[in-house]
C-alpha cells in the first residue's frame, strides 16, 4: 500500500521504537550486559488489596534503582476535552451512537484491549485503542508527555470504519516495524451459520452486528440483513495516522480470516505470525511479496510433528503453504456476495450413520467434526474466507487450545507464543480429535504455558517448546503432577493455579536487550486476581508486577524501549468486575466497573 510505504519513511525518522526493533541498552550505561529487574508484589490476600491495582514501585536497569508506578491515561467513559468524545462510546456506520437493544442506553465499552503508542505523520504522540465487543470500536487520543515521562490524554475521537463495514472484536494488536497499528478481529463469525432468507448471523455474539448498520437484531423479514456480510469479519487490520483528523483503515483480507488474536510482524518487514484463538485453531505465517506492505503475500498453515510430550509437549514445525492472494482479490470476492455453500460441498455427519465419502475431506476444527469437498476454482476463496477449515484439509494442525499472545527476542531470533489452556484437542484422541490427524498428545494443564520457536533466518519457526508453565492446585483442573490446593481457611482458597507461577498466559511483550519476557494473565478461576508478570528468559526468575480487580483480564502488555526519550510498559484493564467467579464481590459501583488504559513506568528510554 503506497500510503504505507510512505509511513514507514517516517517512522523511520520517529522517536518511536516499539518492541519489533532491535533495543541495545539503557541509554544510561554502556554495559554490554543490561539488566533489569522488578521489585515485586504480593498476591492479594485481602478483600481491598483484590479490588485493588497493586503494581511494582521499583524497577533496577544496569544497577540503577528508578521509581514506577501504574498511571491511567483514560477509563473507559472519560471525556479528556470538551472538543474530545466519550471513550469507549461506539459509533454505527453513519456516526451515530449504539445503543443497548436491552434498554436502549448508550453503548460504552468497558472491553479496553490493545493499546499502541506511536508517532503520526504530523510527529505528535498518539494512542490507538481496541475496544473487544460487537459492533467493534478503536479509538485515536492525542497525547501529552510531561518532563517526568508521564503520558496524559489532550483529546479522544472514535475511529470511523465505515469504509470497511465496520470492526468486529477488536483484541490484542501489535506496532509494526515502519510504524502503524496492527490490530485484530478476533472469533470470527462462523459463516455457515448465516440465516438464508434473512441473512441473520446466527453465532456466538447474535446479530450484534446489525447494530452497526442502524438495524434491530432481530428481523424476520426476507433479506433483512442483506446489507451485511458476515466474510466482512475476522481480518487483520493495519492504522497509520497521518494526524488527529486522517487515519488510514485497511484491513489485509490476504492474511486469512480466523479468530485472530494478532499478527506480529518480524524484523525483515515481510514475515507475519498470527495467532488463532479458541479451540481446535492453528497456527499461521503470512509473508509479504514486498516489505513494510502486506497487501499481498502467501499464507502458510503449521504442523504439529510431535518429538515429546513431556510438560506442554514439544514439536517440529512443517509448514503447509495456502497459496497466494492480494487484498483486491479477495475484495472481488466480498463484493460479489460469495457464501459458505459457495465454496463447499459438505456431506452432513449429524446424520445417524453417515460417512465421509473419499471424495471430500474429514476435519475436526473450531466448528467441530465436518465432511468438506472445495468446490471447483474455490480454492483461493477457501484459504482467505475459510483459512482454518481450508488448513484442516490440507492437513495443518488445528488442534491447538487458546492460542494467545505472540512477540520476538531479537537477539536470539527467538519467539514466544503462549497458549492460555492445554485442553481440548491438545489431548490424546479426545471428542475434539474425532474426525481429525490426532497431531498433538500431551497432557491436559488447564493453567496453560508459554512456548518458544525458533527462527531460521528467513524467520520460519523451524520448532516449539515450552519454556513456563502454569501450576494447576487441584487434581479436577489440570494436570497429574496437581500440587495440594490451598486451605478452606487461606485468602488464596479460590486460586486454582499455583500463586507462585502463571495462570492462563495471553499477552506477551519482549524487553529487547534485557532477556525478559513479560507475560500477562487472561484468568478466572486459574488466578482469583489477574496478574502481569517478568521472566528472565535465562535466570527463570519469574516476578510478578501487576495485580487487577477482581474479573478483570489483563490485556494489552506491549514494550516501548524509546518513545520520544522514556520507555513504556503498557498495560490494559479490561472489564473489571466482568467476569466474576464464585464468591467473588460485586463492584461497589458502576464506576469500579470502568475499564483502564494506562502504562506501567515511566522507565529511561532503553535503547540507543
Not at 478481529?185 to 459463516?191: G, I, K, R, S
Request: net charge negative; proline share 4%.
Amino acid at each position: 500500500m503506497r500510503k504505507f510505504k510512505q509511513l514507514a519513511a517516517a517512522a523511520a525518522l520517529s522517536a518511536v521504537m516499539a518492541v519489533s526493533m532491535v533495543a541495545c541498552s539503557d541509554s544510561d550505561s554502556d554495559s554490554d550486559t543490561p539488566t533489569i529487574s522488578f521489585k515485586g508484589v504480593k498476591a492479594p490476600e485481602t478483600e481491598t488489596e483484590k479490588r485493588s491495582i497493586l503494581v511494582s514501585d521499583k524497577a533496577t536497569i544496569n544497577g540503577k534503582e528508578y521509581s514506577i508506578g501504574y498511571h491511567t491515561i483514560l477509563r473507559s467513559g472519560d471525556k479528556p476535552s470538551s472538543d474530545s468524545e466519550v471513550f469507549g462510546q461506539l459509533y454505527d456506520m453513519n456516526g451515530n451512537k449504539v445503543l443497548n437493544p436491552t434498554d436502549s442506553s448508550e453503548y460504552v465499552s468497558s472491553d479496553n484491549d490493545f493499546s499502541s503508542l506511536l508517532t503520526g505523520m504530523d510527529g505528535n504522540m498518539y494512542m490507538i485503542s481496541h475496544f473487544e465487543s460487537v459492533p467493534a470500536g478503536m479509538y485515536l487520543t492525542k497525547l501529552n508527555q510531561n518532563t517526568s515521562g508521564v503520558l496524559t490524554a489532550e483529546k479522544t475521537r472514535h475511529i470511523d470504519f465505515s469504509g470497511v463495514k465496520g470492526g468486529w472484536v477488536h483484541c490484542a494488536g501489535s506496532v509494526t516495524p515502519w510504524g502503524t497499528h496492527l490490530g485484530s478481529e478476533e472469533y470470527e463469525p462462523n459463516a455457515k451459520l448465516v440465516d438464508a432468507t434473512t441473512g441473520k448471523f446466527n453465532d456466538t455474539y447474535g446479530n450484534r452486528m446489525a447494530l452497526y448498520f442502524g438495524l434491530a437484531t432481530n428481523l424476520t423479514t426476507a433479506g433483512a440483513y442483506a446489507s451485511m456480510n458476515i466474510y466482512d469479519y475476522g481480518w487483520q487490520t493495519e492504522l497509520a495516522v497521518q494526524n488527529y483528523s486522517n487515519v488510514t483503515v485497511t484491513k489485509h483480507y490476504t492474511m486469512g480470516r480466523v479468530a485472530h488474536e494478532l499478527a506480529y510482524v518480524m524484523p525483515d518487514k515481510k514475515t507475519a505470525y498470527i495467532s488463532d484463538d479458541g479451540t481446535n485453531v492453528g497456527l499461521f505465517r503470512f509473508v509479504a511479496d514486498t516489505a513494510a506492505d502486506l497487501s499481498s503475500g502467501t499464507l502458510y498453515a503449521a504442523k504439529w510433528n510431535q518429538t515429546s510430550a513431556a510438560g506442554a509437549g514439544s514439536a517440529d514445525l512443517t509448514w503447509i503453504s495456502l497459496g497466494h492472494a492480494t487484498n483486491a482479490e479477495v475484495k472481488a470476492m466480498l463484493n460479489a456476495k460469495v457464501k459458505y455453500t459457495d465454496i463447499f460441498d459438505e456431506v452432513d455427519l449429524t446424520v445417524s450413520g453417515a460417512t465421509c465419502p473419499t471424495t471430500h475431506k474429514e476435519i475436526n476444527t473450531t466448528y467441530g467434526r465436518q465432511c468438506l469437498m472445495v468446490k471447483t476454482g474455490m480454492e483461493k476463496a477457501a484459504s482467505r474466507l475459510e483459512t482454518r477449515r481450508y488448513a484442516a484439509m490440507l492437513g495443518a494442525t488445528t488442534e491447538f487450545r487458546k492460542m494467545e499472545g505472540i512477540t520476538h527476542d531479537p537477539a536470539k531470533n527467538v519467539m514466544y507464543l503462549a497458549l492460555s489452556e492445554i485442553g481440548n484437542g491438545m489431548l490424546d484422541n479426545g471428542s475434539n480429535d474425532a474426525g481429525g490427524p490426532n497431531h498433538i498428545k500431551v497432557a491436559k494443564n488447564t493453567c496453560g504455558a508459554v512456548y518458544a520457536l525458533d527462527l531460521d533466518a528467513s524467520y520460519v519457526a523451524k520448532n516449539m517448546y515450552p519454556v513456563i508453565a502454569g501450576k494447576p492446585l487441584t487434581t479436577d483442573y489440570g494436570a497429574a503432577d496437581n500440587s495440594q490446593a490451598y486451605p478452606s481457611t487461606s485468602a488464596f482458597v479460590n486460586n486454582k493455579c499455583n500463586l507462585d507461577g502463571i495462570a492462563n498466559p495471553d499477552n506477551l511483550t519482549f524487553m529487547p536487550g534485557y532477556k525478559t519476557l513479560i507475560i500477562g494473565e487472561d484468568t478466572g478461576e486459574g488466578h482469583e486476581n489477574d496478574m502481569i508478570w517478568s521472566y528472565n528468559i535465562e535466570t527463570k526468575a519469574l516476578t510478578r508486577i501487576q495485580t487487577t480487580p477482581f474479573g478483570s483480564e489483563t490485556t494489552s502488555p506491549y514494550f516501548y524501549p524509546n518513545y520520544h526519550g522514556f520507555a513504556y510498559l503498557m498495560s490494559v484493564i479490561q472489564h473489571p468486575y466482568g467476569e466474576a467467579t464464585a464468591g467473588m464481590p460485586a463492584a461497589n459501583s458502576a464506576a469500579d466497573r470502568r475499564a483502564y488504559t494506562g502504562f506501567v513506568g515511566p522507565f529511561p528510554a532503553m535503547s540507543k
